[in-house]
């Protein structure tokens, strides 16, 4: 229960799936959490159940509102850059790379990549005399082709790439900031419910996709949680820059 006592730690996307999970983890290891998210009732709902936590509604695409939290917050020791969206999850049509259009793919990578960007910039400033960690949660999708959801997966390939430059920038500053990111794939979250279809057929729906799954089922929010703890703590001192992969062996390559 004391691993992050006295820590402040902010979570954005907090307010459901994994940044749902990793706010309630950090919270339980007795970190302070600032849950931010654009679903302030659910949010809200969340922030009230953990109790040693604060919401703050936040478009991660909105800088003025990141200058806003900021000039709230006298001290953070964590950031979780979760926030994210498929461009499946609204009215927004095809996502392939063919069909999609010019402002359907700005709206995803708005949120995707431009909200980590925000985050990272305004956590270097508040960090880099007292140390932090950052943690910028990517997808399998940035390393692999995901034909009908190009920017989803173009945004997810730039947050792994943009950590590396943050985790060398502050490096070559001597900030005392790390900055990893997290994979995750097949993780049973709410951004699956377009792909899983009417509620009655997502069983079967979820069985079909499992059987690519080397370890034969998805994995659930508190899995990345837990490399988000660990990324957070002394365990990963001396890692900065680096990406952990959680996906049930999908990146491992084929089974036959």
């Not at 939290?69 to 953070?76: A, D, E, M």
């Not at 920017?151 to 990893?180: D, G």
């Not at 009417?198 to 079909?208: I, S, Y």
Request: glycine residues 8%; hydrophobic residues 45%.
């Amino acid at each position: 229960m004391s691993q992050f006592l006295n820590k402040k730690v902010l979570v954005t996307g907090a307010a459901s799936g994994i940044g749902e999970a990793i706010a309630k983890a950090f919270a339980a290891q007795g970190a302070f959490v600032y849950l931010t998210d654009v679903n302030e009732a659910q949010g809200q709902k969340i922030a009230n159940e953990i109790g040693q936590a604060e919401f703050h509604y936040l478009n991660v695409a909105d800088e003025s509102l990141w200058q806003k939290i900021f000039s709230q917050i006298s001290q953070l020791d964590v950031l979780v850059n979760c926030a994210g969206i498929s461009g499946y999850d609204r009215d927004r049509g095809p996502q392939n790379p063919e069909e999609a259009s010019l402002e359907s793919w700005r709206a995803v990578v708005n949120i995707n990549l431009d909200g980590v960007f925000l985050g990272c910039k305004y956590a270097i400033a508040a960090m880099k005399q007292y140390g932090g960690a950052i943690i910028n949660i990517s997808s399998r999708s940035g390393v692999v082709g995901t034909p009908e959801a190009a920017a989803y997966a173009a945004s997810k390939a730039a947050v792994i790439n943009l950590t590396k430059t943050v985790a060398l920038y502050c490096a070559s500053k001597n900030y005392p900031i790390r900055c990893n990111s997290i994979l995750p794939g097949a993780i049973l979250t709410p951004i699956w419910n377009p792909l899983l279809g009417e509620a009655e057929n997502q069983e079967q729906q979820l069985k079909e996709f499992s059987k690519a799954i080397p370890l034969k089922c998805f994995g659930m929010p508190e899995d990345v949680a837990q490399a988000a703890l660990f990324l957070a703590s002394e365990a990963s001192r001396y890692m900065t820059g680096s990406e952990l992969v959680i996906d049930g062996g999908l990146g491992a390559g084929p089974m036959d």
